[in-house]
């Protein structure tokens, strides 16, 4: 519990909680009265009219597999540039070669998921985030306790 006193974490969560349910609720107010749910010409991902329902499917699976991917390398490569290669107490960074290469594919596939993200923010069709939030809920569930779980150390006999 000591590592949780300097944050004020109650404060912070039920802010955020709260702001994100008044949210949540102001966006599905607007999709029940003015949302479409499925295909329509009037939807344009990336200049493609999203107008059938095998493409509706196909931006369905990128929303999901993007925050998916977007969920893991946040677990995994922003700890390690936050943790390893930017941290000056850090004594063990590795190979500076390995620290180059995560660092730049880091950065280009925060570039590129950004730029496809704003796409599909332009579409103003929630029925595409809903699904990127839900994976991102799961898969940020999964990481948390992975790097919660009690850890086991090896010890030499």
């Not at 059938?52 to 998916?68: G, H, N």
């Not at 850090?90 to 390995?98: F, I, L, S, Y």
């Amino acid at each position: 519990m000591d590592g949780q006193r300097p944050y004020h974490l109650r404060l912070g969560c039920s802010l955020a909680g709260a702001w994100s349910i008044l949210l949540f609720i102001a966006i599905a107010y607007r999709e029940v009265h003015h949302g479409i749910w499925g295909p329509a010409n009037t939807i344009v991902f990336w200049g493609v009219s999203i107008d059938t329902w095998s493409r509706w499917t196909c931006m369905m699976m990128y929303s999901c597999v993007s925050q998916m991917v977007q969920s893991v390398v946040s677990g995994t490569l922003n700890p390690y540039v936050t943790n390893v290669v930017r941290d000056h107490k850090c004594v063990d960074k590795g190979a500076v070669w390995v620290a180059h290469v995560v660092v730049q594919v880091r950065s280009l596939f925060t570039w590129l998921t950004e730029l496809f993200g704003m796409y599909i923010v332009m579409t103003m069709q929630f029925q595409f985030i809903i699904p990127a939030i839900a994976t991102d809920l799961v898969m940020r569930a999964l990481i948390t306790r992975h790097y919660m779980r009690p850890k086991k150390w090896d010890t030499v006999a």
